[in-house]
């Protein structure tokens, strides 16, 4: 099994979404999150003010998937939330040893 992450912008999520419910992906967990990559934050402008904003909000997305699934999925999340434009995001691929799922002790790729 794997867990892919991925870092993206938020405007990108529901286009994820739909793109992985197509696939037959069943679940993924998103969290809210900020940071900063090459771009090093950018600014913006208040009342005139100039302002520079550091971290910049993305979504953090994981997804487990058996490993012959996961170069599919890769390339999902890939084509799903590319723009081409700086700040588009970041996947990593990480192994999973165990998934157990709690409400009927299911383990492994029956988990999922």
Same mark, same amino acid.
């Given at each position: ?50 302002? *520079? +904003?550091?971290?910049? $909000? ?5 997804? =487990?998937?058996?490993? &012959?699934?996961?170069? @599919? ?16 995001? *970041? +996947?990593?691929?990480? $192994? ?5 799922? =709690?409400?009927?002790? &299911?383990?492994?790729? @029956?988990?999922?």
């Amino acid at each position: 099994m794997k867990m892919i992450v991925a870092i993206i912008r938020p405007s990108a999520m529901e286009g994820l979404r739909d793109a992985l419910a197509e696939a037959g992906v069943d679940g993924m967990t998103a969290f809210e999150a900020k940071g900063y990559g090459r771009q090093k934050g950018h600014t913006e402008i208040y009342r005139g003010a100039e302002y *520079k +904003i550091d971290f910049v $909000p993305k979504v953090r997305v994981e997804i =487990v998937v058996s490993a &012959e699934q996961a170069p @599919d999925v890769i390339d999902i999340v890939a084509k799903a939330t590319r723009t081409g434009k700086i700040g588009d995001g *970041k +996947i990593f691929v990480l $192994p999973v040893e165990e998934a157990m799922r =709690v409400r009927t002790g &299911e383990k492994g790729a @029956d988990a999922l």
